[in-house]
């Protein structure tokens, strides 16, 4: 079956470097996405990769690997408002989008 | 980058009546798009997989004759929920993709059944 693996929490202190790993298990493979959703709004676009590497945006930057099916969203210069839940979603090869159940992200002062 | 709207935001029915959603992309064709449900603290689940000018494809476990899909055009498509019932209240969420990849949000619909 398709499955997507992420922690379902994490904690970090503002200011510092969090990464959320995400491994995927897809028929098929089109990409990763990553998506920030605050509670009881719709998930907005943080990047998508498809090509082995490192993409950098700013303070988030997204790395995939596709010989291990991992990737990683990696959020330096933690803000409080990072305080959110970070979907993980895999692109098959029907281009349907495989989610993850999401990682809440808990920012401390 | 591309823009969907989702109308309403929130909605609060009654019991046994019909909750209609609507989910447009204002700048650009859209020949499928996605609707997805979200319980509390959970992820994102697909419904169904709304095709301009023909049937959805409903998920397993989604009643199709309960979640009624209807894509008429290729910037519009509705979601109507019939007979709702206070199991039905949950975040409703579309979706659509100018390209064959790229899937972007509408804002949601938090749905309440009373």
């Known amino acids: 079956g398709q499955n997507i693996d992420q922690p379902t929490e994490m904690t970090a202190t503002e200011g510092a470097i969090v990464q959320i790993n995400c491994t995927y298990q897809?028929?098929?493979?089109?990409?990763l996405f990553w998506y920030q959703q605050h509670a009881g709004e719709a998930p907005t676009f943080l990047s998508y990769n498809v090509l082995d590497g490192l993409e950098e945006k700013g303070r988030f930057s997204s790395f995939l690997s596709r010989s291990d099916s991992y990737g990683y969203l990696l959020l330096q210069e933690l803000q409080m408002k990072d305080s959110a839940s970070y979907l993980c979603?895999?692109?098959?090869?029907?281009?349907?989008?495989?989610w993850g159940a999401g990682t809440k992200l808990i920012i401390k002062p | 980058g591309a823009v969907v709207s989702q109308h309403p935001s929130r909605v609060i029915c009654k019991s046994g009546t019909s909750v209609k959603i609507e989910c447009r992309s204002l700048d650009f064709q859209a020949t499928t798009m996605f609707w997805y449900r979200q319980f509390p603290k959970q992820s994102l689940m697909l419904m169904a997989t709304?095709?301009?000018?023909?049937?959805?494809?409903?998920e397993q476990g989604v009643e199709k004759d309960k979640f009624l899909i209807n894509h008429a055009s290729l910037t519009l498509s509705t979601l109507t929920v019939t007979s709702a019932h206070p199991e039905d209240s949950s975040f409703y969420i579309c979706?659509?993709?100018?390209?064959?990849?790229?899937?972007?949000f509408g804002q949601g619909t938090r749905l309440t059944v009373v």
């Open positions: 709304s095709n301009e000018g023909s049937k959805a494809t409903y």
């Open positions: 897809t028929s098929g493979f089109n990409g």
């Open positions: 979706s659509a993709a100018p390209g064959q990849v790229e899937a972007f």
């Open positions: 979603a895999a692109v098959d090869s029907n281009y349907q989008l495989i």
